[in-house]
């Protein structure tokens, strides 16, 4: 019982089985951080030939800095024609304005998972043949040596995720110029993670570090922020700068208490059967559980210009609903950030930063095996509380304006660093005591629980009434 009772535990919460420790030598350098905006500090070293791969790079020293935002170094690609390249005029250095790290404010708590991420190479170090096995499943292989980017392409990705990640890595090498260490990495753009930590339980049995844009309680991917972050040109969404203006300006439209008071949700019910199954929840002659679904179209959509797919014009109900895809989704930043309470069904996967948001503080938990009954109270039970439900929503959509800042071809232009960054980056959490992450977890598991204990009797009292 004590068994089920942990795994239930893991797979909500998304801790992954440990790891034996192995204290052998590395045959290459540990990986010391992961990288996400403000903090890409991300440091896997091997030895490869750099002869084969394709090149960014950046050129110049930055001597004197009064104001790096004063500076500006759009690209001229003006005599692209004539040389199908662009000058390389952008500085290799910077002197920032605020150098002092006791000065800069400390990283985002969800920062602190990027320790877990890493700890099954925290004894071991990372090889050049663990590596190398991520290769089977990767998209892109990309090597930062002596300020240039590198990159070695293995197979196409779904529309332009490979292009848009390797687009942030080099605005980010644009944003501080002469900092990110040498380092190589494995990149798998497809959804669903495939480095199982069953397979890797022994010692010695290195297990390749792949990137990804989400992972689970099961599985070794390392989370990355997705390509939507730059942009994402199919589905006309722009950089995630643009975009957090943009719903900022969207949620000033209508306060919260004149929002329609349901559950709103817009999207894809083809693409799994539990998005399928929540279309079941919409309202009916029948039936009305509190919610207002609608099919979204992409291909019509791209012929009426995206009119209705403007995230910052979704903020109009009270409510929103996040349910995962194939995988998790790219909507679920743009949900948390209307200043409406999310009413999170309970999620199979996560991305680098939704293990740092906690129920009943930043989103709603509801769940996923009886989705109808449990949205019909999460809507009852926030509109018959309301100052706790708006400071739900007020509380997630702060989460994601304030931690997840961008700091850290139009899509690509619009999201183009023009000069490097006046301060050095955010300081790096420490990595949580056992005791602590236990704690952290516990409470997460208890607030759950708090909420399905209210709604199993809201509706032993709904049928004791009939």
Request: glycine letters at 4%.
């Amino acid at each position: 019982m004590k068994g089920n009772s942990e795994e239930k535990l893991m797979k909500t919460y998304w801790m992954r089985s440990a790891f034996q420790k192995n204290k052998a030598s590395s045959k290459s350098t540990l990986i010391a951080s992961l990288f996400f905006c403000l903090l890409p500090l991300l440091f896997l070293a091997a030895w490869i030939d750099l002869a084969k791969y394709a090149c960014f790079s950046s050129q110049k020293a930055l001597q004197n800095n009064p104001s790096n935002s004063d500076l500006q170094f759009p690209l001229n690609c003006s005599i692209w024609n004539q040389t199908n390249t662009c000058p390389e005029y952008y500085p290799t250095s910077y002197k920032p304005s605020n150098p002092n790290p006791l000065l800069n404010p400390k990283c985002p708590e969800f920062f602190r998972w990027i320790h877990e991420d890493l700890r099954p190479w925290r004894e071991t170090g990372i090889t050049t043949e663990m590596v190398e096995k991520a290769r089977k499943t990767a998209h892109f292989r990309l090597v930062i040596l002596d300020g240039k980017i590198y990159v070695e392409k293995f197979r196409q990705s779904i529309q332009t995720r490979a292009l848009f990640t390797m687009w942030g890595i080099l605005q980010l090498m644009r944003w501080y110029p002469g900092k990110l260490p040498d380092l190589e990495l494995m990149f798998d753009c497809d959804d669903r993670p495939v480095i199982q930590a069953k397979h890797f339980r022994r010692p010695d049995s290195g297990p390749p570090p792949l990137f990804r844009y989400c992972s689970d309680w099961k599985s070794l991917d390392i989370v990355f922020p997705d390509w939507s972050f730059w942009g994402w040109a199919e589905t006309n969404i722009k950089p995630w700068r643009i975009v957090l203006k943009d719903m900022r300006e969207g949620n000033k439209k209508t306060k919260w208490e004149d929002r329609v008071p349901y559950a709103y949700w817009r999207g894809n019910p083809n693409v799994c059967p539990w998005r399928a199954d929540l279309m079941k929840c919409n309202v009916t002659d029948k039936n009305d559980w509190n919610t207002r679904l609608y099919v979204q179209d992409w291909g019509k959509e791209a012929k009426i210009g995206y009119k209705q797919s403007n995230v910052a014009d979704q903020c109009t109900h009270r409510y929103k609903i996040y349910i995962e895809g194939w995988a998790w989704s790219v909507s679920e930043k743009y949900i948390l950030a209307c200043d409406s309470p999310t009413l999170l069904m309970t999620p199979r996967w996560h991305d680098f930063f939704i293990r740092g948001m906690i129920p009943q503080q930043h989103y709603w938990p509801v769940r996923d095996n009886d989705k109808c009954k449990s949205l019909k109270f999460a809507v009852d039970y926030g509109n018959n509380h309301t100052q706790k439900a708006k400071a739900i929503g007020e509380a997630g959509s702060s989460f994601i304006h304030d931690d997840l800042k961008m700091e850290n071809k139009e899509f690509m232009e619009l999201s183009l660093e023009k000069s490097p960054s006046n301060s050095i980056p955010c300081t790096m959490p420490p990595p949580y005591e056992p005791q602590e992450l236990k704690s952290f977890i516990d409470a997460k598991v208890k607030s759950t629980k708090e909420v399905e204990a209210w709604e199993n009797e809201y509706w032993e009292k709904q049928i004791k009434n009939k």
